[in-house]
């Protein structure tokens, strides 16, 4: 069997900040892309954490460091505004 035709599971991906640049430029990908599944969202904004988890029927929360417990999740996405990655609380 060559390399190409190996079968993988998809990453499991956690996404922490749902806003204008996830909704925008990485949910599109992350719709069509089998080799990644959303396992896990974290935002501060109810109604954004709504429709991601229903639309990738996803586990959420409004606490971003739930993601880092989970030991399912083999990647992180961070989308979120620089002021919030530079003093995180």
């Known amino acids: 069997m060559s390399q190409h035709e190996l079968k993988t599971n998809p990453v499991r991906l956690g996404c922490v900040g749902l806003g204008d640049v996830f909704g925008g430029a990485h949910l599109p990908v992350l719709q069509d892309e089998r080799r990644v599944e959303v396992v896990a969202v974290a935002d501060v904004n109810e109604e954004a954490l709504a429709q991601a ?5 996803c586990a959420g929360t409004a606490d971003w460091r739930e993601l880092l417990t989970e030991s ?3 990647a992180q996405l961070i989308c979120t505004l620089i002021t919030c990655t530079a003093n995180p609380q």
């Open 53 to 57: 988890t229903e639309l990738h029927r």
């Open 72 to 74: 399912d999740i083999e």
